[in-house]
Each structure stands twice: as C-alpha cells, then as structure tokens.
C-alpha cells in the first residue's frame, strides 16, 4: 500500500482506518480519503491528521463517475478499500432505495474505475495471479449472511440470505465484486466483520447511544427482549485485520473477521450501566423492528489460519476503554446529537 483510497473514510469504521494506516504503515505516500458526508460522516474524526502531508479529503459520491475516474487518473492508486455505504438497518427500512443505489450502484462505479487502472499483463488478460496494479478491498458486514439459531457459526462458505434491505444492499455489492474478479480476473478481496465498537462511532448505533443516554439519565431504548446476540468486533482489531488482508490474503478471497465476543444486547446495556453507575430502571423495552436477525456468530478460523492475524481486545477491555472514550469526548456527542457537526466542513471547506 503506498497510494491509497479509502471511500468512506470520514464514518466510524473508516475514519479509524485512515487513522490507523498513517500510523502504522510508514510507506504509504497519499491517502485520499473519499466522502460523500452524509449524515454519519463527520470530519472531526479526523482533525489529528487532517494536516498530514501524506493525506487528502475530498467530498464526493462513490456514484459520480467522472469525480471517481477524475480521482484514479490523478492519484494512480495501487489499493481500494471501500468502507463507504449507508449501513443503518432503521433507515433501510424507511428509505431502502437510497441503500441499494449507494451500496451497489456505488461499489459498481469504483470496481469499473479500478478495472481501467489495473495494469494486467498485456498477453494474460484474465489471469488469476496478481500482477500489481489496483487492488481492491470491499469491506462488507456478517448481516449479509442472515440469521443463525442457537448455534453454529457464519463462515466464508455460509450461503447468503440477507433479512433487510440494508444487508441485501451489501450481499448484492459482495457479488458484484465477485464477479468482478470471476469475469475479468481483478484482484479483490471481500471481508465481512461482526458488529463493531470503539471511537468515533455514530450515536444511533447500541454502544454510544446507550452510553449517551445513560450518562444523560435518559431511557435506554431496547428492542423486543433484548436478547439479540451479535460478536463484538473492536474497531482497532477490524483495521488490523483489514490491513493483513490488503497485504496477505490470497486474491479473490472472501475473509470473516470476528471479535470471539458474543453478548446479548441487554447484557451490553446492563454492563454499561453498571460501569457508569445508573439505575436498570433506565431501560425501556420498545417494539422490535421488523427483520430483527436472532443471532450473528462469525468463526474467523480461516483469517487466523491462513493469515495470522487475531483479535487483541477482549470484549471487557474493549467495552471499558469505549466507555471512557465516550465519557471524556461528551462535547464530541453533543455535536454528533445536535447535528452542529456539520458546520464543520463548512468552517473548514466553505460551502463547496
């Protein structure tokens, strides 16, 4: 990875990405962070290193073709890593148009971008071994898998069947890519990640909110029972893993990257409240939403196996280091809340 872009990179997931690579990889020489800045993007997650030589913010859509071509021509990006996509299962439900426009019409635009700046051996068109050029990462979520009872696991070979129009948004973008590389040979790889946590991430997800509120002595919306199981993922550990795969994993491959943390939604709830000392009468049980998956459960053997990569954070020290985060960037979740955030890019880009 030297010349990279990184879509999304202004989201929870990704703007610890970007944060991460210019930390930890001393080769990378321009990091284009592409971002269209919708609702849960949010340039301040990115103030420490906005003045970094090596990086560069640019708004736009993953769908504006001519932005996109615009971008490879200048750029000449070896590595793609796409994060960016409308991710929010409530707002899928409400607007699931929007969800399949981005997150499949989106990867689409970057994929054919990619295709004409790869550099493939002029006699082998369609070789399966990597020759340089752009590589590309789709970063894509366990929800494409559907639901699983109460036992068992997703792995790579789990056949897909999405419950929401947000999770069949991004298992149509998963075969996209795949087909991408089955028809034209493009080097890709597709992960897909267990629920994430950590910094930076938008307070309508569990964690925040839950830890917003409470430390607000607001209700705690639960949905149903409570008793929705998912794999906690660290955030930190997601980018390490992603990393590997760009650097690692055999072309073509799909990767699962699990946090080996399985919690029910109340159990998370009750630990929140329990580190911040507030009352469980704060909990307030409200209908579930429709397409509400039971149970999500990633095995990460093959990462592990063929890779080498493993999660360092266990969920306690994970949850109480998030907890902290959040405690001591309270003026960071009332401009999330209030939506002030947005005049950020508006002090810092005009109106542009």
């Known amino acids: 990875m030297k010349r990279v872009l990184v879509t999304g990179g202004a989201g929870f997931i990704g703007s610890n990405f970007v944060h991460y690579l210019l930390r930890e990889k001393n080769d990378i020489e321009i990091l284009v962070n592409l971002d269209a800045l919708t609702y849960a993007g949010n340039l301040e997650n990115l103030t420490a290193i906005e003045t970094d030589e090596r990086y560069c913010f640019v708004k736009g859509d993953i769908r504006d073709k001519e932005l996109v071509e615009n971008l490879f021509s200048e750029y000449c990006f070896d590595t793609v890593v796409h994060f960016a996509a409308e991710s929010h299962v409530d707002r899928s439900i409400e607007e699931p148009e929007l969800f399949l426009t981005t997150n499949i019409v989106g990867t689409q635009t970057l994929l054919e971008a990619a295709?004409?700046?790869?550099?493939?051996?002029?006699?082998?068109?369609?070789?399966?071994?990597?020759?340089?050029?752009?590589?590309?990462?789709?970063?894509?979520?366990?929800?494409?898998?559907?639901?699983?009872?109460?036992t068992g696991m997703f792995t790579e070979t789990t056949p897909l069947s999405p419950n929401s129009p947000y999770s069949a948004s991004k298992a149509s973008a998963d075969l996209v890519v795949r087909a991408y590389h089955e028809t034209y040979g493009m080097p890709v790889n597709i992960t897909r990640c267990s629920n994430n946590y950590g910094p930076y991430q938008f307070p309508e997800k569990l964690i925040p909110l839950m830890i917003h509120n409470a430390s607000n002595d607001k209700a705690l919306p639960i949905y149903g029972d409570g008793m929705q199981i998912r794999d906690w993922l660290h955030v930190s550990d997601h980018c390490a893993a992603i990393a590997t795969v760009i650097e690692k994993g055999r072309v073509g491959e799909v990767y699962n990257i699990g946090g080996n943390n399985e919690k029910a939604n109340i159990e998370i709830v009750r630990l929140i409240l329990s580190e911040l000392g507030k009352p469980e009468s704060l909990i307030t049980y409200v209908?579930?939403?429709?397409?509400?998956?039971?149970?999500y459960a990633i095995d990460n053997t093959k990462i592990t196996t063929e890779l080498g990569w493993k999660p360092q954070y266990t969920f306690e020290q994970g949850i109480a280091e998030t907890i902290v985060w959040y405690q001591e960037?309270?003026?960071?979740?009332?401009?999330i809340t209030s939506g002030a955030y947005v005049n950020y890019y508006k002090k810092m880009y005009g109106d542009g």
């Open 329 to 335: 960037h309270q003026d960071w979740l009332e401009r």
């Open 287 to 295: 209908k579930d939403r429709p397409g509400h998956d039971r149970r």
């Open 115 to 150: 295709k004409r700046h790869w550099k493939i051996h002029p006699e082998d068109k369609y070789s399966r071994e990597y020759r340089g050029g752009v590589k590309y990462l789709q970063v894509s979520t366990d929800e494409v898998y559907g639901a699983l009872g109460a």
